[in-house]
């Protein structure tokens, strides 16, 4: 299917708006993959060709992450999450095709009205400093991590926000710190489930890249204001607030249920 400009047009702004929400939050992927679809593409090419705008925000957000000072003391105390993370990413790519995905979105639905009082009960905690002192190499830790990156790799969608509860609210790390250990994991998973997806004949380029270009105008922005502003903490929990909303509407059907109501 060849795209008219207003539709390049659309996954440009698309890829913008969620190459921001991705990188300070998470479920950017509820914008591209309803894009990808509305233009004609099958759920399962829309979710192989998401990856494309997925690896260039990774490597634009990144780079811009890593002339933080922060950067490398983090990801160097980290490595053990982004090897976990990995090998389940991998896993999840292989087996996307299997999986009952409508199954699984009910799933995530419930989970994520769960997130949403957890966000909201006793803000201050996702506020935090990241505890250095914590011991994080725990049964439930290598778990939830092998687990979060199959889900990176099967669908992506959300994955942020599990991400970040997870790191935060578990693993006692800043929300800043925390968002970026999410965009190095995303990067090293997304390359090897691209090429699956490509192997498997499942990604559109021609929409991918006008997606990419998006997101990597927006992943740029986002890491530069995660890293300088001095309130990103305050400001992310808001977006997460707001994105977590988003994927309950989305996921349970709500959305649906009330224009059919009228």
């Known amino acids: 299917m060849e795209l008219a400009w207003y539709q390049y047009l659309f996954l440009f702004i698309g890829g913008a708006m969620a190459g921001v929400i991705n990188t300070l939050a998470g479920n950017g992927s509820t914008i591209t993959l ?20 997925l690896l260039f925000q990774s490597i634009i957000a990144t780079r811009a992450f890593a002339k933080s000072e922060r950067f490398k003391p983090l990801v160097k105390e980290s490595w053990w999450i982004i090897a976990l993370a990995i090998p389940g990413g991998i896993a999840g790519a292989i087996f996307a095709s299997t999986m009952d995905k409508e199954l699984l979105k009910s799933v995530i639905g419930v989970l994520m009205v769960l997130m949403f009082f957890i966000i909201l009960i006793k803000p201050k905690r996702w506020f935090r400093e990241t505890d250095y002192e914590k011991n994080r190499k725990t049964v439930l830790n290598f778990i939830l991590f092998v687990g979060i990156g199959f889900y990176a790799g ?19 790390y800043s929300l800043v710190d925390a968002n970026i250990l999410k965009i190095v994991i995303t990067l090293l998973i997304t390359i090897p489930a691209l090429a699956i997806y490509l192997y498997q004949g499942q990604v559109n380029w021609e929409y991918g890249l006008a997606l990419a270009a998006g997101q990597s105008l927006g992943a740029w922005f986002a890491a530069k204001f995660a890293i300088n502003h001095p309130k990103a903490n305050i400001w992310i929990h808001r977006l ?10 989305k996921l349970l059907g709500i959305y649906e249920l009330v224009v059919g109501l009228f």
């Not at 990808?36 to 705008?53: I, K, W």
């Open 34 to 53: 309803f894009l990808l679809m509305t233009f004609g593409l099958p759920a399962n090419v829309a979710n192989g060709t998401n990856r494309v705008g």
């Open 154 to 172: 099967f669908i992506q969608m959300g994955m942020g926000l599990f991400f970040l509860a997870i790191m935060v609210l578990g693993a006692k």
């Open 240 to 249: 997460l607030v707001i994105m977590v909303l988003v994927a309950i509407v």
